[in-house]
């Protein structure tokens, strides 16, 4: 079989380790050739291809990024998309299709699928919020940056007696913001699932700080917004590539400083949450899901997406996963909110 193999979508530590699964699994196992095609569904459209062999995946197990490149192009959203996509996979001959990526990609996935191509599908993005599947390939790497970083604010907090506020990625979902604040003892989380009272984080922060301590950190979700009708209001800055980077911890940041008189600073994490090498846990996980992958399109078994459930990794259908987005659950938001 000729397998295509994409990766979509912004970039996430682990992408090499599920390329390489692929590869090493479809060459010694199955005798398949793996067809890369570079920059997302956008080089497939282009037919921008490389064929990987075993040379191409050596020693990249623990590098961040994709070798394949990637690109946020989606072929149901352009005009004439879905046609040179058909197009490329008829030249190259591909019998099936191995797509990485996130919400956008995998729906895109699913379109092509409807369109009659076999797909299998492997979610990987760091917000954690692809549907039907426990975990996502990045999103533990992600989670373990983020912890990282807000120990370090710890320390600089206290010496200096400030609120910290820290802005994570996390445009429709909390997790890696409410995951983040729990691992990094944070006293106060702000997540898109429940939109926030700025009047009461500041009531708590004051009570903090004339009860027991002179420093606080607070953890904002990009796309945390104000409950409507409360003291502070303001829409997502949204600008060409998504919601604007800094612009919600800087509006948050300014409401508490100007309401307690605090010293309150604000740290954007921005695209260092994504970068590096992927954690152990990623690369298992990524390693796993391209395994299962591989097989599922060996054994004709299309339109499906690789999923972590519990200890398992196992296929559910693509249909069912596509255009949806999994929330962070009501009891992880409570022990967030309990150990503040």
């Not at 699964?21 to 479809?26: E, I, L, Q, T």
């Not at 296929?315 to 255009?323: D, S």
Request: glycine share 12%; with cysteine; proline share 3%.
């Amino acid at each position: 079989m000729r397998v295509g193999l994409l990766t979509g979508g912004g970039d996430v530590p682990g992408l090499n380790a599920a390329i390489r699964a692929v590869v090493k699994r479809g060459d010694t196992e199955h005798g398949h050739q793996i067809i890369g095609f570079r920059n997302g569904w956008k080089g497939v459209a282009e037919g921008d291809v490389v064929q990987l062999g075993r040379q191409n995946i050596r020693n990249v197990l623990a590098t961040g990024g994709t070798l394949l490149g990637t690109a946020r192009w989606h072929p149901h959203r352009n005009e004439g998309g879905l046609e040179a996509v058909q197009a490329t996979l008829e030249a190259e001959r591909i019998d099936a299709l191995i797509c990485i990526g996130g919400d956008g990609t995998l729906h895109a996935a699913s379109k092509v699928a409807a369109a009659g191509v076999p797909v299998v599908g492997i979610p990987k993005t760091i917000d954690n919020d692809v549907w039907g599947t426990d975990a996502s390939i990045g999103f533990d790497t992600a989670v373990t940056i983020v912890t990282e970083a807000i120990d370090r604010i710890h320390t600089t907090a206290e010496s200096h007696n400030r609120v910290m506020v820290v802005e994570v990625m996390g445009r429709s979902a909390g997790w890696i913001a409410v995951t983040s604040a729990i691992a990094g003892g944070a006293e106060i989380v702000l997540a898109p699932e429940e939109p926030f009272d700025i009047d009461t984080v500041v009531k708590y922060l004051r009570h903090r700080h004339r009860a027991h301590a002179s420093f606080s950190i607070v953890v904002v979700a990009e796309g945390a917004v104000p409950a409507p009708g409360t003291a502070m209001q303001f829409e997502t800055e949204v600008g060409e590539f998504g919601i604007v980077a800094g612009a919600t911890g800087e509006r948050v940041r300014t409401e508490i400083a100007a309401r307690t008189g605090f010293d309150t600073r604000v740290t954007v994490l921005g695209h260092v949450q994504r970068g590096g090498s992927p954690t152990a846990a990623d690369r298992i996980l990524a390693s796993r899901f391209g395994m299962l992958a591989i097989d599922a399109v060996s054994d004709k078994v299309d339109n499906m997406m690789t999923a972590l459930h519990g200890e398992k990794v196992e296929l559910v259908p693509i249909a069912e996963i596509a255009g949806k987005v999994k929330h962070v659950p009501a009891d992880l938001l409570e022990v967030a909110k309990a150990l503040a």
